[in-house]
């Protein structure tokens, strides 16, 4: 193989690549989007239906915060 067939191959190799990686790239962007679609559906789902372990969660942490309080100082007392 001479040296202008060589090139020739490299430069066919280089546009078949060029070509296959637009492909994906613009697969990758229609997967991106799908993704997000997704998503936008499992957060609105989650707004229309709360999961109930989100709210045990929240109902918790306040009452925990509550139970802690600041050390010697009294309820209903000024420090």
Wanted: some cysteine; overall charge negative.
């Amino acid at each position: 193989m001479d040296t202008a067939e060589l090139r020739k191959n490299f430069e066919e190799q280089l546009a078949n690549t060029d070509k296959q990686i637009a492909e994906l790239e613009a697969n990758l962007a229609k997967a991106r989007e799908y993704k997000l679609k997704l998503s936008g559906g499992v957060e609105t789902l989650d707004l229309l239906n709360p999961p109930e372990e989100k709210e045990e969660t929240t109902a918790e942490e306040p009452a925990a915060a509550c139970e802690t309080g600041s050390p010697g100082i009294e309820p209903g007392t000024f420090a």
